[in-house]
């Protein structure tokens, strides 16, 4: 087991280094400036950007993936890697540098916008609006079953020998009390702006404490909800009633991440949402890169290793932003109603999936419970009539496992 945590952290180390190594900074500032600039000119239609921004979205995400497969090799490090010396990059070499490697990316996205001008008309080139809308959608359901598996592994790890789970009654009433008391003061830092609610009016005083309402109840009609699943025999119901908690408290923080920004509770922090957004997006992006780093070293595939991943995660940022700002354009609404969408999807999200990420736990270690039940080998010491059966049942837990971990990978 510490083995296997001191891989885990060395692999987030390496990871973080590859992100914040000098040879790709120009690249990842870049996803920020075409992201920001792009997005205010879909919403105002700057010289018809509401259609071509799409596109320009989707040509520098085609660019940055064609660069993540160009990279390993010789060439691609020469053209998209900045060299830099041991002098660091404050520095005029560097920057013109840096610059320079972000003119092929700058053809080869001209290059599929102009294409794209030439096939299509403006008519099928609004098409790619809706793509990307719909695009932000499924990255929230994506999301949302991330996060549940997140914390489904988390339980495999901790569970031990089979253990009642406590359900109903008194304990769904207390899980959901400390629901409350968890995010008491969130509500009164995001809501109320750190200020004292008694300066509050009425409204607001109103739709706060209605949040804190529901997530009480949620508590409570999540417990049945997943009462059947929970209380089965033969499991750890201590690890299952950590993970369905832990994910309800997750969801919950969804909930009041999209609850903060409608009409009535925005004016109080506008501008450190989007800064908040700005960090979820890079989390939810190095995270991604991760799974594909981590799939692409268990197959030996050298384009989801070392700085491949950058490129990887700026392609995977550029149609995340672009996803935002398309259908922030189509609803005619603002960023922060977009991302409310988002946060409400990715809550429903992971709150209708409780049950199948408690299933997902099941039972202890198969090996473990058929070593006690197991017959004793003959006195010939022939135990071949039962090894069979241990190992198909081995197997197909294993199976089942991978199969899971290839559908969210």
Same mark, same amino acid.
């Given at each position: 087991?510490?083995?296997? /945590? ?17 040879? +790709? ?16 000119? $879909? ?34 490090? =020469? ?8 002098? @660091? ?48 959608? #499924? ?6 079953? !991330? ?29 959901? %009390? ?12 995001? @809501? ?15 739709? =706060?404490? %209605? ?12 417990? &049945? ?34 609850? &903060? &920004? ?10 450190? $949402? ?9 989390? !939810? ?6 799974? $594909? ?12 290793? @070392?700085?491949?991943? #950058? ?10 932003? /672009?996803?935002? !700002? ?25 709150? @209708? ?6 299933? =997902? ?19 010939? /010491? ?11 049942? +081995?197997?197909? &837990? ?9 559908? %969210?990978?």
């Amino acid at each position: 087991m510490s083995a296997a /945590g001191g891989n885990d952290a060395s692999e987030s180390d390496s990871l973080l280094r590859v992100f914040s190594s000098p040879s +790709t900074l120009p690249h990842l500032l870049s996803l920020g400036a075409f992201s920001g600039f792009l997005f205010v000119a $879909m919403k105002i239609d700057l010289f018809g950007s509401e259609i071509q921004g799409s596109i320009i979205f989707l040509s520098l995400s085609i660019s940055y993936f064609l660069a993540a497969l160009i990279s390993p090799s010789r060439i691609g490090k =020469w053209i998209f890697l900045v060299q830099h010396a041991n002098d @660091g990059i404050l520095n005029q070499n560097y920057w013109f540098g840096g610059f320079s490697r972000l003119l092929p990316i700058i053809a080869i996205s001209g290059t599929f916008w102009l294409i794209s001008n030439l096939l299509f008309i403006e008519g099928q080139l609004s098409n790619a609006r809706i793509f990307l809308a719909l695009l932000f959608i #499924v990255m929230s359901v994506f999301q949302g079953v !991330s996060l549940g598996y997140g914390w489904v592994v988390y339980a495999r790890k901790v569970q031990r020998s089979p253990r009642k789970s406590k359900i109903g009654g008194v304990f769904s009433f207390v899980r959901s %009390l400390i629901t409350v008391i968890v995010f008491l003061p969130l509500v009164w830092w995001f @809501g109320y702006g750190a200020e004292d609610p008694r300066n509050a009016s009425l409204t607001e005083n109103i739709y =706060w404490i %209605l949040f804190l309402v529901i997530i009480a109840l949620l508590g409570v009609l999540l417990d &049945r909800f997943t009462k059947s699943v929970r209380d089965i025999e033969g499991v750890d119901g201590v690890a299952l009633d950590r993970a369905f908690f832990l994910i309800f408290i997750t969801s919950c923080w969804h909930l009041l991440g999209a609850w &903060r &920004r409608s009409p009535i509770a925005t004016e109080q922090s506008s501008v450190g $949402m989007l800064l908040e957004e700005a960090v979820l997006m890079s989390i !939810s992006i190095i995270l991604a890169v991760w799974s $594909m780093a981590k799939r692409g070293e268990k197959n030996g595939w050298r384009i989801f290793q @070392g700085q491949s991943a #950058v490129f990887w995660g700026i392609g995977f940022g550029f149609i995340y932003a /672009g996803s935002i !700002s398309s259908l922030t354009a189509l609803s005619e609404g603002s960023l922060l109603t977009t991302t409310a969408i988002g946060h409400a999807i990715t809550a429903l999200v992971m709150m @209708g999936i409780l049950p199948m990420c408690i299933s =997902w736990i099941g039972q202890p270690d198969i090996e473990k419970i058929v070593v006690v039940d197991q017959p004793q080998p003959t006195e010939e /010491g022939d135990d071949s009539d039962h090894l069979p059966g241990v190992e198909k049942l +081995t197997q197909e &837990r294993t199976r089942k496992d991978d199969d899971v971990v290839e559908l %969210l990978d």
